[in-house]
T-cell receptor, first 118, second 113 residues
Framework: GAVVSQHPSWVICKSGTSVKIECRSL??????MFWYRQFPKQSLMLMAT?????????EQGVEKDKFLINHASLTLSTLTVTSAHPEDSSFYIC??????????????FGPGTRLTVL | SQQGEEDPQALSIQEGENATMNCSYK?????LQWYRQNSGRGLVHLIL?????REKHSGRLRVTLDTSKKSSSLLITASRAADTASYFC?????????????FGSGTRLLVRP
């Protein structure tokens, strides 16, 4: 149980295009999901907290108009990188809280999406 | 930056030796967690220790927590080449109801066969 998937696992796109990344909780409901970004040999940096049915909460320094987050259902959150540029190339990881069980303290992480912008 | 610090940044040991990594954080917490990440892959949850716990064991892993010093350590005993990975601590913020996690800077562990 507590599996989180991400799609796609990797994507290469041209500069100026938009890329959508999906994060799904497969066997539990997640009212809250989190999006992280990780540059090579660095740690995970929280980008935003995604709440089902409401606007995402972005961390300081993260452009909400560039990184669009939608959490339309209890099992799906999407991150859209708009007008991507090479500096947006990174590893994007989502996580989800399982609030329906006694594991609400834990976050379950997706396998990540590697974005390369040419 | 809210990010916690970990030391050492990199650690190279021989198979069979013990590996110790340290983590410091900045806020009052409910829990502290340790994760492992193999190169280019997702995170694997290792262990969670609550703020009212001082020590926790799981297999070859031993975690300590000192809330007065806002620090934690992860000990891997009898290391194996397969333990080669990056290790991160992550904390929540007791004053933040969102349950978001703040990650430490990580320790890159290399276990030489």
């Amino acid at each position: 149980g507590a599996v989180v998937s991400q799609h796609p696992s990797w994507v290469i796109c041209k500069s100026g295009t938009s890329v959508k990344i999906e994060c799904r909780s497969l066997d539990f409901q997640a009212t809250t999901m989190f999006w992280y970004r990780q540059f090579p040999k660095q740690s995970l940096m929280l980008m935003a907290t995604s709440n089902e049915g409401s606007k995402a909460t972005y961390e300081q320094g993260v452009e909400k108009d560039k990184f669009l987050i939608n959490h339309a259902s209890l099992t799906l959150s999407t991150l859209t990188v708009t007008s991507a540029h090479p500096e947006d190339s990174s590893f994007y990881i989502c996580s989800a809280r399982d609030v329906t069980s006694g594991r609400s303290n834990e976050q379950f992480f997706g396998p990540g999406t590697r974005l390369t912008v040419l | 930056s809210q990010q916690g610090e970990e030391d050492p940044q990199a650690l190279s040991i021989q198979e069979g030796e013990n590996a110790t990594m340290n983590c410091s954080y900045k806020t009052s917490i409910n829990n502290l967690q340790w994760y492992r990440q193999n190169s280019g892959r997702g995170l694997v949850h290792l262990i969670l220790i609550r703020s009212n716990e001082r020590e926790k064991h799981s297999g070859r892993l031993r975690v300590t927590l000192d809330t007065s010093k806002k620090s934690s350590s992860l000990l891997i005993t009898a290391s194996r080449a397969a333990d080669t990975a990056s290790y991160f601590c992550a904390t929540d913020d007791r004053m933040d109801s969102s349950y978001k996690l703040i990650f430490g800077s990580g320790t890159r562990l290399l276990v030489r066969p």
